[in-house]
Structures are given as structure tokens and as C-alpha cells.
């Protein structure tokens, strides 16, 4: 247990679906980020909330829609992905102003 | 143009023994920070070692030390004997800028390298 919790651990959606990623963290970080990491490419970070507010939104498609209510939760919802979206999502926090990061363990989404 | 470059997709190591792996980074920013960060099957990244741009000394962390040299924007992560549970993934990672309070930080990664340990 990181101090990250990723809730699913593997999703499986049509393209026409809808569902929610979840992340929770109780270490008093108060930035979050998504990341995205497909095989063979780098991590790709997605968007940045810092104090629950949104700082970065990297060129993010639209069918992903983040979403902070406090500083200890973040939501990825999902709707019409492509196959081309599965990959693995990784949530981390951190403190600002401090220099590292900590995961969770990713939700593996496989979209058919 | 990449600003962090992992030329080695795998490496092979014996049990005990120390092994290398290599990263170079790309930034005109002179304050910055670099990880190092192990990624088991489980997929959860786990944070190894940190060095910032103005550290005069290397970082060591247990087994771990990173080779920071600066003119050649070399940031080489040392494992030293090495174990079969280090068998994974290993990314390299950087924050450019300086750290600032109530700033996050963004963190750009590279291609990573799959370290398998042998007996």
C-alpha cells in the first residue's frame, strides 16, 4: 500500500460507455496529477491539480474529463474512448513545493 | 527533441553484482531535479532517488547512487548488489525549474529501462 489508492485496478469499456477512475490519498499532499502510460512511450502527464484547483490540462482530449472535489480525491471520467485510450493510469500526489511524487498503482483500461 | 533519453530497453544483471543504467537529459533551465523511479510488474511506481540540479554531492539511497554528471547532463542510476526482487522497470524522471511553495511539480519521464536480475 503506497498511501495512493487507484480503484479499479482493471476496467474493461466499450466505446460507448461511461465509467469513472478513482484515486485517493490521506498524506496531506495537496496536488494531484493523472498520468497516462501507454507500452513503449514515456508517462504522459495528463492533467495537474494543485489545491484542488486544475494548473494543467496537457492538449487532454475531451472524452476525459477530470474532476477534484477536495485535495484528497481525484476522478477520471471516461465516455466514448477509443481503443487507442487503453493503457495504464497512474494517479500520484504530491506536497508543493516538495520534490517527488507519490503513485498509486494504476487502473490498466482496455477499451473494446 | 526528447528532454530525458533511456538508450538501454533492457539490461541483464547477475545476482550480486552492480549494474548501470543510463540517463541523459535535455533542459536550458538551471535549476531542475531528477528521479530515479522502479516500476515492478504490479505497476505501481516506487520512488528511488532524487538530485537536484544544485547538489554538490551525489545522491545515495541504500544500494542506489546516482552518477549526476552535470556538463554532460548525465544522471546515471547505480544499483550495487543487485537482487533478484530489483527485476523491473526503471524510469528516469525529470522537474525543471525550481521548487516552489505552492507550486506543483510536473515531472517529464523517460522511455524507461527493464532491468532483469539473474541467479
Known amino acids: 500500500e503506497t498511501g495512493v489508492t487507484q480503484t479499479p485496478r482493471h476496467l474493461v469499456m466499450g466505446m460507448t460507455n461511461k465509467k469513472s477512475l478513482k484515486c485517493e490519498q490521506h498524506?496531506?499532499?495537496?496536488?494531484m496529477y493523472w498520468y497516462k502510460q501507454s507500452a513503449k512511450k514515456p508517462l504522459e502527464l495528463m492533467f495537474v491539480y494543485n489545491f484542488k484547483e486544475q494548473t494543467e490540462n496537457n492538449s487532454v482530449p475531451s472524452r476525459f474529463s477530470p474532476e477534484c472535489p477536495n485535495s484528497s480525491h481525484l476522478f477520471l471520467h471516461l465516455h466514448t474512448l477509443q481503443p487507442e485510450d487503453s493503457a495504464l493510469y497512474l494517479c500520484?500526489?504530491?506536497?508543493?513545493?516538495?520534490?517527488?511524487?507519490?503513485f498509486g498503482s494504476g487502473t490498466r483500461l482496455t477499451v473494446v | 527533441a526528447q528532454k530525458i533519453t533511456q538508450t538501454q530497453p533492457g539490461m541483464f544483471v547477475q545476482e550480486k553484482e552492480a549494474v548501470t543504467l543510463d540517463c541523459t537529459y535535455d533542459?536550458?533551465?538551471?535549476?531542475?531535479?531528477l528521479f530515479w523511479y522502479k516500476q515492478p510488474s504490479s505497476g505501481e511506481m516506487i520512488f528511488l532517488i532524487y538530485q537536484g540540479s544544485y547538489d554538490q554531492q551525489n545522491a545515495t539511497e541504500g544500494r542506489y547512487s546516482l552518477n549526476f554528471q552535470k556538463a554532460r547532463k548525465s544522471a546515471n542510476l547505480v544499483i550495487s548488489a543487485s537482487q533478484l526482487g530489483d527485476s523491473a522497470m526503471y524510469f528516469c524522471?525529470?522537474?525543471?525549474?525550481?521548487?516552489?511553495?505552492?507550486?506543483?511539480?510536473?515531472?517529464?519521464f523517460g522511455t524507461g529501462t527493464r532491468l532483469q536480475v539473474t541467479l
Open positions: 498524506l496531506g499532499h495537496n496536488a
Open positions: 500520484a500526489s504530491s506536497l508543493t513545493g516538495w520534490r517527488g511524487y507519490t
Open positions: 524522471a525529470m522537474r525543471e525549474g525550481p521548487l516552489e511553495s505552492g507550486t506543483a511539480s510536473k515531472l517529464t
Open positions: 533542459t536550458s533551465d538551471p535549476s531542475y531535479g
